[in-house]
């Protein structure tokens, strides 16, 4: 169980467009979701909490108009990167469970966005 | 702020020989919970530790958690090349209670 889907694996974009990621929890709801960033050979950094029916909350220094998080139902939220700078390349990726975080967190396999 | 540190950065050991990654935070912890991330992967759960001075095993990987919970250590014997990858420890932040990662241990093995 505890099924964590995230598309795409990949995409490369120009510099300028945005770029649509997905996160689907597929055998189990999820009214919290969570976005994390990581650099190569660096940590997992915590972007923003997707909240099912509100506002994502975003980590300090991360710009929510450039991150746009919608979380639209109990198994999907999706991060749209708004005019991609090649600084946003990146891995993200997604989790979902972890509730206070005393509890697991199940990672989707993130997505490798390269912007050119 | 509080912080979850991890150490060392980058191991590289023989195949065979052990390998140990520390996790020290700045606060006490509720709980700490192990990662690993393979090469090009995603991070795995691996454990969740509660109890102070708990010790659990998974076959050849060894976890303890501190008696303070402040610490806690990833030991794995003899290891072999399905070991390598990245090993993240993580305990929730005080405030919010979302997981903090550590920066990771990076394991190769060589052959």
């Known amino acids: 169980g505890a099924v964590v889907s995230q598309h795409p694996s990949w995409v490369i974009c120009k510099s300028g467009t945005s770029v649509k990621i997905e996160c689907r929890s597929l055998d189990f709801q999820a009214t919290t979701m969570f976005w994390y960033r990581q650099f190569p050979k660096q940590s997992l950094m915590l972007m923003a909490t997707?909240?099912?029916?509100?506002?994502?909350?975003?980590e300090q220094g991360v710009e929510k108009d450039k991150f746009l998080i919608n979380h639209a139902s109990l198994t999907l939220s999706t991060l749209t990167v708004t005019s991609a700078h090649p600084e946003d390349s990146s891995f993200y990726i997604c989790?979902?469970?972890?509730?206070?975080?005393?509890?697991?967190?199940?990672f989707g396999n993130g997505t490798r966005l390269t912007v050119t | 702020g509080q912080q979850v540190m991890q150490i060392p950065q980058y191991q590289h050991v023989q195949e065979g020989e052990d390998f140990t990654t520390y996790c020290n935070s700045s606060?006490?912890?509720?709980?700490i919970q192990w990662y690993k991330q393979r090469p090009g992967g995603h991070p795995v759960f691996l454990i969740q530790?509660?109890?102070?001075?708990e010790v659990k095993k998974q076959k050849r990987l060894t976890f303890q958690f501190g008696e303070a919970k402040k610490n806690s250590s990833l030991h794995i014997t003899a290891t072999q090349t399905t070991d390598v990858g990245t090993y993240f420890c993580a305990g929730p932040r005080n405030q919010g209670g979302k997981l903090i990662f550590g920066q990771g241990t990076e394991l190769s093995v060589k052959p």
């Open positions: 989790s979902a469970g972890g509730h206070s975080g005393n509890s697991p967190l199940h």
């Open positions: 606060t006490t912890l509720s709980n």
């Open positions: 530790l509660v109890k102070s001075g």
């Open positions: 997707s909240n099912e029916g509100s506002k994502a909350t975003y």
